[in-house]
């Protein structure tokens, strides 16, 4: 059973860069898809973007190119960056599996709260 | 503001039928698939229901879903206790070219 496991620093002051790593554990990792979603404190979910096995990528253009999604195939891991963070950054980021074909997201990380204070 | 628009919040008693709406546009919904999510507070959102009505091994059959042109739903029948969750539509939005989701509906179980 695929499970995704995630860490990264928790708490950064604005114009800092946020860092995150998702670990896969069981399963292919390079038939899929591995994408990113975050959820500001009380509100709804919102995609932040995806990489392919090969490395392709694909964000959502709201983040206007602050956000660099990559890939450690040597590792099953995959990894967020996100540039010159704002209060308005503040969420809980979640990895999750991408199933293209049927698309999807199954199963996801367990989230990691990022708080952008200074 | 979401792409997808949901109702902020649906109750029903136990053993009742519950349906959630889901929004959206021909740009998502009425051309792509719909999957929903339930979120249980503190942790992390579940796919409950994928292309539109298939559930996943371990989804109970009281979750169905639905889709008619650019409106998607989402039904509990039979609803339980430990149905008190958020519930989230998404779709892949041709627009946008990436994934759109719903705001959310809280569901309360009197």
């Known amino acids: 059973q695929v499970q995704l496991q995630q860490w990264g620093a928790g708490l950064l002051k604005p114009s800092e860069t946020l860092s995150l790593t998702c670990a896969v554990y069981?399963?292919?990792?390079?038939?899929?898809?591995w994408g990113w979603i975050r959820q500001p404190p009380g509100k709804g979910l919102e995609w932040i973007g995806e990489i392919n096995h090969s490395g392709g990528t694909h964000y959502n253009p709201s983040l206007k190119s602050r956000g660099t999604i990559s890939l450690d195939t040597s590792k099953n891991q995959f990894s967020l960056r996100l540039r010159s963070v704002t209060a308005a950054d503040t969420a809980v980021y979640y990895c999750?599996?991408?199933?293209?074909?049927?698309?999807?997201?199954?199963?996801w990380g367990q989230g990691t709260l990022v708080t952008v204070s200074s | 503001q979401s792409v997808l628009t949901q109702p902020p919040s649906a109750s029903g008693t136990p053993g009742q039928r519950v349906t959630i709406s889901c929004s959206g546009s021909s740009s998502n919904i009425g051309s792509k698939t719909v999957n929903w999510y339930q979120q249980v507070p503190g942790t992390a959102p579940k796919l409950l229901i994928y292309s539109i009505n298939q559930r996943p091994s371990g989804v109970p059959d009281r979750f169905s879903g639905s889709k008619s042109g650019t409106s998607a739903s989402l039904a509990i029948s039979g609803l339980q206790s430990e149905d008190e969750a958020d519930y989230y539509c998404?779709?892949?939005?041709?627009?946008?070219?990436?994934?759109?989701f719903g705001g959310g509906t809280k569901v309360t179980v009197l």
């Open positions: 999750a599996r991408e199933h293209r074909g049927v698309n999807r997201f199954d199963p």
């Open positions: 069981g399963g292919s990792f390079s038939d899929y898809f």
């Open positions: 998404a779709a892949w939005d041709e627009s946008l070219n990436g994934w759109v």
